[in-house]
Structure formats: C-alpha cells, structure tokens
T-cell receptor, first 116, second 115 residues
Framework: EPEVTQTPSHQVTQMGQEVILRCVPISNHLYFYWYRQILGQKVEFLVSFYNNEISEKSEIFDDQFSVERPDGSNFTLKIRSTKLEDSAMYFC??????????????FGQGTRLTVV | AQSVTQPDIHITVSEGASLELRCNYSYGATPYLFWYVQSPGQGLQLLLKYFSGDTLVQGIKGFEAEFKRSQSSFNLRKPSVHWSDAAEYFCAVAAIKAAGNKLTFGGGTRVLVKP
C-alpha cells in the first residue's frame, strides 16, 4: 500500500537554528499538507500546497516557515529560526485530488521536533 | 469556520466491552467527517469517513460511526474492544474547496483498555 514517508523521525535542534523536515508524499497525489501537534494538544493545520505554490495557510504559518517541493518527490517544511514553542510533532499529508471525491488525507508517521 | 469538539479527553474501557467516542462538529455546509486513530509513536491512520448517503458508516478494525445532522454529531463505536485499540482517536471535519481539503481536528480522546 502506498504511504507518505517522513524523515527524520526525531530531530533535536538548538533554539535559533534552521531545520528542514522532509516528506515524500504518495506519488500520484497532487495536494500536500503540513500539520503539527504540540504535545497534549490537538492536531493543527499549518499549510496546504498545490501546483508549486501555497494554496492556504494558517495564522501559525508565519514568515519563519516555508514549504517547497524541490523535486518531483520531496515536500519540505523549513523553519528558519526555531523557537522553543516550535517543539511539536509535525505531520505531512497528501491527497490525490481534493473536492467532493478522494478527500481522504494520507498522513506520514510524523517528525518529532524538539527545540532546546 | 469549522470546529470539532471531543468532550471526553480520556476513556477507560475493559477488554471486550463496547466503546463509544463522542464527536460534535460545527460547519456551515454539509460536513465531510473523519475519524483517525493514532497509536503510540505512530502517525494518523484513517478509520472511516462520511461524505453522504447512509448515515451509518463502517470502517476498519471493526469500528463504525453514525452521522446525526440534528445533533451535529459523528460518534464512533466499537461493539467489543481489543487491547490493541488502546490509542488516541481524533475526529475531524474537512472544508471541501478547490484550494484543498483542510482538516480541522478535535482535541482527541485517549482510550485505555483494561485487561
């Protein structure tokens, strides 16, 4: 069964450092997402991405965040200068084609980011 | 804006007993509803989804959910839980639009299964 893969599974970084979280969505999917889950809190939408541009972003997704699809397979989330409050589990997801059909989002296993 | 409420933060159930997890949503149009499960250290796995039609939907692992428009609810049920069902369960509603189907999640319900 096709799956979304994320690397690394756990990343520890010092405050102020840049991190890049990587995702390989399912190959024929067209829409990509990042969500995050701060420990003990709900899963929150960060950003959606389609056709090489951001289609929607939340208020959490400020100038410190960026996304990119550098090649035909990878989808990355960059945090330029990490803060303690960026510590969370980050999930990548993909959808084949949104709309009234195929609305199932497939999630990766997540990357646990710890900022120290 | 859509929102999802899961009133129960924790539920403890005995193995073999029935389980019901509550979910209430707020959405201005016809909701597209989902239940996901997250096992410890794992990602989010889709249990079932509701788009339209029959209000009782069947999912994987023996789970089912019933959509009740009048109550704005989408409760998840399982007749007999197994120890492997211990996990966190998230209800979510999707905003369906051309820009992408953003999911809004509830706070989750952690299920503990007693032997």
């Amino acid at each position: 069964e096709p799956e979304v893969t994320q690397t690394p599974s756990h990343q520890v970084t010092q405050m102020g450092q840049e991190v890049i979280l990587r995702c390989v969505p399912i190959s024929n999917h067209l829409y990509f997402y990042w969500y995050r889950q701060i420990l003990g809190q709900k899963v929150e939408f960060l950003v959606s991405f389609y056709n090489n541009e951001i289609s929607e972003k939340s208020e959490i997704f400020d100038d410190q965040f960026s996304v990119e699809r550098p090649d035909g397979s990878n989808f990355t989330l960059k945090i330029r200068s990490t803060k303690l409050e960026d510590s969370a589990m980050y999930f990548c997801a993909s959808i084949a084609k949104p709309g009234r059909l195929n609305t199932e989002a497939f999630f990766g296993q997540g990357t646990r980011l710890t900022v120290v | 804006a859509q929102s999802v409420t899961q009133p129960d933060i924790h539920i403890t159930v005995s193995e073999g007993a029935s389980l019901e997890l509550r979910c209430n949503y707020s959405y201005g149009a016809t909701p597209y509803l989902f239940w996901y499960v997250q096992s410890p250290g794992q990602g989010l796995q889709l249990l079932l989804k509701y788009f339209s039609g029959d209000t009782l939907v069947q999912g994987i692992k023996g789970f089912e959910a019933e959509f009740k428009r009048s109550q704005s609810s989408f409760n998840l049920r399982k007749p007999s839980v197994h120890w492997s069902d211990a996990a966190e369960y998230f209800c979510a509603v999707a905003a369906i639009k051309a820009a992408g189907n953003k999911l809004t999640f509830g706070g989750g319900t952690r299920v503990l299964v007693k032997p």
